[in-house]
T-cell receptor
Framework: GENVEQHPSTLSVQEGDSAVIKCTYSDSASNYFPWYKQELGKRPQLIIDIRSNVGEKKDQRIAVTLNKTAKHFSLHITETQPEDSAVYFC????????????FGKGTRLSVIA | DSGVTQTPKHLITATGQRVTLRCSPRSGDLSVYWYQQSLDQGLQFLIQYYNGEERAKGNILERFSAQQFPDLHSELNLSSLELGDSALYFC?????????????FGPGTRLTVL
């Protein structure tokens, strides 16, 4: 079945630096890649997504890039702030599978002030 | 606030017991998804219902079952509980049934099995 690998599992950056989280997927038919942010004790919330007909998408300090050939996609956060500290999950859609979305295991991002 | 509600927020029970978790989707959403999140684990998909019918099934244990009612709320039933069932259980909803639909998560139910 589809597998989504996410790296790194933990990431610490200084406030103001950039953070990059990478995910790879196995099903070449996957065509939707959302990123969720989960603050401590809270629900996962969609922060950005990208579809397979687009290579890059940006929303203020957050951007996502997609390389369909290599089957990987990345989340980029620039000018990090303490409130960016959270667990980030990537996911990939499975158009023909039994599971609508497969999630990565998450990256715990700590932004140090 | 995503508009998805879940009750109860916390549940503490003993091994061997049975519990029911409840989820109400956002107004207008027809799909409901259930996920299990254990400590240091990602979101494990359990099951999806769309407009009352089972739509997709993940690695849901036979001891677990779910249903979606005519008013579109959903219940997840967990029986013969084991210590390893302790986890956060999230419900999510979306407008459609497809993999391209954005899922909105509820606040979760924290289940502790003692």
């Amino acid at each position: 079945g589809e597998n989504v690998e996410q790296h790194p599992s933990t990431l610490s950056v200084q406030e103001g630096d950039s953070a990059v989280i990478k995910c790879t997927y196995s099903d070449s038919a996957s065509n939707y890649f959302p990123w969720y942010k989960q603050e401590l004790g809270k629900r996962p919330q969609l922060i950005i997504d990208i579809r397979s007909n687009v290579g890059e998408k940006k929303d203020q300090r957050i951007a996502v890039t997609l390389n369909k050939t290599a089957k990987h996609f990345s989340l980029h956060i620039t000018e990090t702030q303490p409130e960016d500290s959270a667990v980030y999950f990537c996911a990939a859609s499975i158009p023909s599978g039994n599971t609508p979305l497969v999630f990565g295991k998450g990256t715990r991002l700590s932004v140090i002030a | 606030d995503s508009g998805v509600t879940q009750t109860p927020k916390h549940l503490i029970t003993a091994t061997g017991q049975r519990v029911t978790l409840r989820c109400s989707p956002r107004s207008g959403d027809l799909s409901v998804y259930w996920y299990q999140q254990s400590l240091d684990q990602g979101l494990q998909f359990l099951i999806q219902y769309y407009n009352g019918e089972e739509r997709a099934k993940g690695n849901i244990l036979e001891r677990f079952s779910a249903q979606q009612f005519p008013d579109l709320h959903s219940e997840l039933n967990l029986s013969s509980l084991e210590l390893g069932d302790s986890a956060l259980y999230f419900c999510a909803s979306s407008v459609g049934w497809g993999a391209l639909d954005e899922q909105f998560f509820g606040p979760g139910t924290r289940l502790t099995v003692l």
